[in-house]
């Protein structure tokens, strides 16, 4: 079965400062990646996804992600932090022929001024 | 834009109570999710369903079921409500394609009392 790690349940970042979260995943066979945010008191809202080709995924809100099949890593960054980025942060990981996501633990973002 | 809807953001319950959670999309979307969140274990899947009457068991379904009478509607049912089932819970729905993301709800949280 797919699994994702996701290390250091709280991070924090200064703001304009590089924000980096780690995700790492465990999958037999090629693997779709997924990352996802959620603000206080909201659902989760897609950020960005690998599926094929371009292993640099750019996504909304400045992130992108890069899939390095040999680290088995999907490793999600932002050039400068902004205020609003404070938010949690879930990496997910799905293969082919299966619809089911499984997630990580989460990564929760604290922009300090 | 696809649209989510929970019935309820907070709901409060007591124990032993029949508790139930609906969830609508607007998307016709074939495949539908429920997930509980809790705080450090990330997102965990309860129930989906890739069809209408169709539903597979998650990781978690022990003292919850479902129901999913017609395509845009996905219930959770609490068949005895206890304390330790005191989380946030949410619905998300998808296309039936693997790599399509899964869209989600605001979340319902829900104290039993």
């Known amino acids: 079965a797919q699994s994702v790690t996701q290390l250091g349940s709280h991070v924090s970042v200064s703001e304009g400062a590089l924000v980096l979260l780690r995700c790492n995943y465990s999958?037999?066979?090629?693997?779709?990646l997924f990352w996802y945010v959620q603000y206080p008191n909201q659902g989760l809202q897609l950020l960005l996804k690998?599926?094929?080709?371009?292993?640099l995924v750019k996504g909304i809100n400045g992130f992108e992600a890069e899939f390095k099949k040999s680290e088995t890593s999907f490793h999600l960054t932002k050039p400068s932090a902004h205020m609003s980025d404070a938010a949690e942060y879930f990496c997910?990981?799905?293969?082919?022929?299966?619809?089911?996501?499984?997630f990580g633990k989460g990564n929760q973002v604290v922009v300090i001024p | 834009d696809v649209k989510v809807t929970q019935s309820s953001r907070y709901l409060v319950k007591r124990t032993g109570e029949k508790v139930f959670l609906e969830c609508v999309q607007d998307?016709?979307?074939?495949?539908m999710f429920w997930y509980r969140q809790d705080p450090g274990l990330g997102l965990r899947l309860i129930y989906f369903?890739?069809?209408?009457?169709?539903?597979e068991k998650g990781d978690i379904p022990e003292g919850y079921s479902v129901s999913r009478e017609k395509k845009e509607r996905f219930s959770l049912i609490l068949e005895s409500a206890s304390t330790n089932q005191t989380s946030m819970y949410l619905c998300?729905?998808?296309?039936?394609?693997?790599?399509?993301?899964?869209?989600f709800g605001d979340g319902t949280r829900l104290s039993i009392l």
């Open positions: 998300a729905s998808s296309l039936d394609s693997v790599n399509q993301p899964q869209h």
């Open positions: 999958s037999s066979v090629p693997p779709y």
């Open positions: 690998y599926t094929t080709g371009a292993t």
């Open positions: 997910a990981v799905t293969i082919y022929g299966n619809n089911r996501l499984a």
């Open positions: 998307m016709d979307h074939e495949n």
């Open positions: 369903s890739y069809d209408v009457k169709m539903k």
